[in-house]
T-cell receptor, first 112, second 115 residues
Framework: TQLLEQSPQFLSIQEGENLTVYCNSS?????LQWYRQEPGEGPVLLVT?????EVKKLKRLTFQFGDARKDSSLHITAAQTGDTGLYLC????????????FGTGTRLKVLA | GAGVSQSPSNKVTEKGKDVELRCDPI?????LYWYRQRLGQGLEFLIY????????KSGLPSDRFSAERTGESVSTLTIQRTQQEDSAVYLC?????????????FGDGTRLSIL
């Protein structure tokens, strides 16, 4: 069974603080995507990382794919209230199937 | 429309009834995915389509669940003899091409409640 564990599950921080969310698995993924989901809506893609060790930056968000392509992290600098939401990682499996395994989710609340 | 459209947005039904959920992907998108999201949790893969064929049905929870797709357009997810554990949000996503590393564009889901 392929599993993607995210930590922490819940995070409540003050505006301006930094945070890191982790996504870990024992499976190797060909790529990994990060999504943000707001209540009542579908997830929206933030980034796709493909190469082991890859680092991508999207304004205040920094995404890293582990060297072995089994894990990833999302770091947010100087969080804002607009960053509040459910963050989901999704790993693309290798080996002849084109499906994605989603992580358990991290629910972030940024307080003003 | 410009995005993935799902209908109905909400569905309340009695245990034992059949339900049909519809997904209209973005025009021209060949890949289509169905997921289930239980309250406060991540997404559980159900099935994906390449065109109108479904190479991977491994995520369907039981034989009460089935899905079809007409050409490269609308898809329906059918749940027969619904049970209370089927209550969840059912999300559909489409991608321009099938294959890995393609961004998935999600609809807003159908919230299914089984009484």
């Amino acid at each position: 069974t392929q599993l993607l564990e995210q930590s922490p599950q819940f995070l409540s921080i003050q505006e301006g603080e930094n945070l890191t969310v982790y996504c870990n698995s024992s499976s190797v993924f060909s790529s990994l995507q990060w999504y943000r989901q707001e209540p009542g809506e579908g997830p929206v893609l933030l980034v796709t990382v493909v190469t082991g060790g890859e680092v991508k930056k999207l304004k205040r968000l920094t995404f890293q794919f582990g060297d072995a392509r089994k894990d990833s992290s999302l770091h947010i600098t100087a969080a804002q209230t607009g960053d509040t939401g459910l963050y989901l990682c999704a790993g693309a499996l290798t080996g002849g199937t084109y499906k994605y395994i989603f992580g358990t989710g991290t629910r972030l609340k940024v307080l003003a | 429309g410009a995005g993935v459209s799902q209908s109905p947005s909400n569905k309340v039904t009695e245990k034992g009834k059949d339900v049909e959920l519809r997904c209209d992907p973005i025009s021209g998108h060949t890949a289509l995915y169905w997921y289930r999201q239980r309250l406060g949790q991540g997404l559980e893969f159900l099935i994906y389509f390449q065109g109108n064929s479904a190479p991977d049905k491994s995520g369907l929870p039981s034989d009460r669940f089935s899905a079809e797709r007409t050409g490269e357009s609308v898809s329906t997810l059918t749940i027969q003899r619904t049970q209370q554990e089927d209550s969840a949000v059912y999300l559909c996503a489409s991608s321009r091409q099938w294959g890995l590393n393609q961004p998935q564009h999600f609809g807003d889901g159908t919230r299914l409640s089984i009484l």
